[in-house]
Antibody, heavy 121, light 109 residues
Framework: EVQLVESGGGLVQPGGSLRLSCAASGFTFSSYSMNWVRQAPGKGLEWVSYISSSSSTIYYADSVKGRFTISRDNAKNSLYLQMNSLRAEDTAVYYC??????????????WGQGTLVTVSS | SSELTQDPAVSVALGQTVRITCQGDSLRSYYASWYQQKPGQAPVLVIYGKNNRPSGIPDRFSGSSSGNTASLTITGAQAEDEADYYCNSRDSSGNPNYVFGTGTKVTVL
């Protein structure tokens, strides 16, 4: 059974840093690209970042570029999101999602349950 | 960056058919995928590509596309289909990014 479990969320002050983790199991993690997607309270989904299976290709949303860093450790079956210079508008539930690798669209077929990040003083 | 626009809310009588639309320039180049999200839960992929359903998704869900508009149709809506639905596709403005639609709340009456 495919499982994705996020951790590392919490309360952080504006300007602070936080590192999210996503532990994967039930599939060959090193064969799949992965994504982070977030959802502010009561709002819609926002794609945050993408990383290819070998970490050779990485993309970021403009809203987080230069502040967030996505990475992965295939030996540990883990995905990470280092978040620096956090702002109030980064407050959201952060989901990790597996990417099926559809060339003609995006297709995120498995999602974790999310971890809540709250940026507030 | 590109945007994907959806109607905020639609309603459907139990057992009837409802179509949810998604508009955006990127849909002229890429198919949309569709995600269902129930309160307090993670999104679930229901349609991707031209009209593909992941394993376990009922065949009452189908997708289509024309021009800059993608559609998700639920034929014979059930009470458990009441949820938020988001379209999603690639960004066509030159950035290899993903973009989500604004979301549609589906109410089953």
């Amino acid at each position: 059974e495919v499982q994705l479990v996020e951790s590392g969320g919490g309360l952080v002050q504006p300007g602070g840093s936080l590192r999210l983790s996503c532990a994967a199991s039930g599939f060959t993690f090193s064969s799949y690209s992965m994504n982070w997607v977030r959802q502010a309270p009561g709002k819609g989904l926002e794609w945050v970042s993408y990383i290819s299976s070998s970490s050779s290709t990485i993309y970021y949303a403009d809203s987080v570029k230069g502040r967030f860093t996505i990475s992965r450790d295939n030996a540990k079956n883990s995905l990470y999101l280092q978040m620096n210079s956090l702002r109030a508008e980064d407050t959201a539930v952060y989901y990790c999602a597996r990417d099926l690798g559809c060339s003609s669209t995006s297709c995120l077929d498995y999602w974790g349950q999310g971890t809540l990040v709250t940026v507030s003083s | 960056s590109s945007e994907l626009t959806q109607d905020p809310a639609v309603s459907v009588a139990l057992g009837q058919t409802v179509r949810i639309t998604c508009q955006g320039d990127s849909l002229r180049s890429y198919y949309a995928s569709w995600y269902q999200q129930k309160p307090g839960q993670a999104p679930v992929l229901v349609i991707y590509g031209k009209n593909n359903r992941p394993s376990g998704i009922p065949d009452r869900f189908s997708g289509s596309s024309s021009g800059n508009t993608a559609s998700l149709t639920i034929t014979g809506a059930q009470a458990e289909d009441e949820a938020d639905y988001y379209c999603n596709s690639r960004d066509s403005s030159g950035n290899p990014n993903y973009v989500f639609g604004t979301g549609t709340k589906v109410t089953v009456l």
